[in-house]
């Protein structure tokens, strides 16, 4: 987890995956080269780790391959799949994989499907961009109907718990949003936005003014 959802995004969605989630856990930081909790994960032989990232070579939970290991849980070996998320906006979230080089030789997993975020109170920079507890949501359901459905259809499993409470958290934004506007507060999201466009625009020009 980037600092900034670490420490100034308290009800950020992946906190809220977190709590939800049974064995997960939050690391903060954003070069995870020489952090010795991940390193010790990821080096523990009862693990099979991999890291939730677009790619071309990602693991999928359907996947057959020609060559072996056929399918992921083939490649576990009858290890626990262990998946890392990078909970951050997409910006930082590619600095942190770049520059966390023990992340570099773990082999990646996706999405079979293609997904569109519900998150209707915050805009997304693309359609497809979801939100991280989103991302825990859709990728247990696509493990637990793929291969590792005979590990994930336990009777105290459910990835449903995710989605209900990130419905909950929509519907509670939505409705402090509407109690604002009804009391004539200024909507602090647009204000907050407002402020980080003037910033930007005069880091341009002073950029531009120190160019010429």
């Not at 950020?12 to 070069?31: C, K, M, N, P, Q």
């Not at 020489?34 to 070579?57: A, G, H, Q, W």
């Not at 493990?143 to 419905?167: C, V, W, Y």
Request: hydrophobic letters at 35%; a neutral charge.
């Amino acid at each position: 987890m980037h600092p900034k959802e670490a420490y100034k995004q308290k009800t950020g969605t992946g906190r809220l995956a977190h709590l939800t989630l049974e064995d997960s856990e939050i690391i903060v930081g954003v070069d995870f080269t020489d952090n010795p909790r991940l390193n010790t994960l990821i080096t523990d032989e009862k693990y099979f780790p991999v890291v939730m990232y677009p790619s071309e070579d990602a693991w999928t939970a359907t996947d057959y391959r020609e060559n072996p290991p056929h399918t992921l849980k083939e490649a576990c070996e009858g290890k626990t799949l262990l998946v890392i998320l990078v909970d951050a906006t997409w910006a930082c979230a590619k600095k942190m994989v770049k520059l966390s080089k023990n992340l570099h030789t773990l082999q990646k997993i996706s999405f079979t499907a293609g997904y569109k975020s519900i998150y209707t109170f915050k805009t997304e920079p693309q359609e497809d961009f979801i939100s991280t507890i989103e991302t825990c949501y859709y990728l247990l359901k696509e493990l637990r109907d793929g291969e590792f459905s005979t590990i994930l259809t336990q009777a105290d499993f459910s990835p449903e718990p995710l989605m209900n409470i990130f419905k909950k958290m929509i519907h509670t934004q939505l409705e402090s949003q509407r109690l604002r506007e009804e009391s004539g507060e200024p909507d602090r999201y647009q204000l907050a936005g407002s402020i980080r466009a003037k910033k930007k625009a005069l880091k341009e020009k002073a950029t531009n003014n120190n160019l010429n």
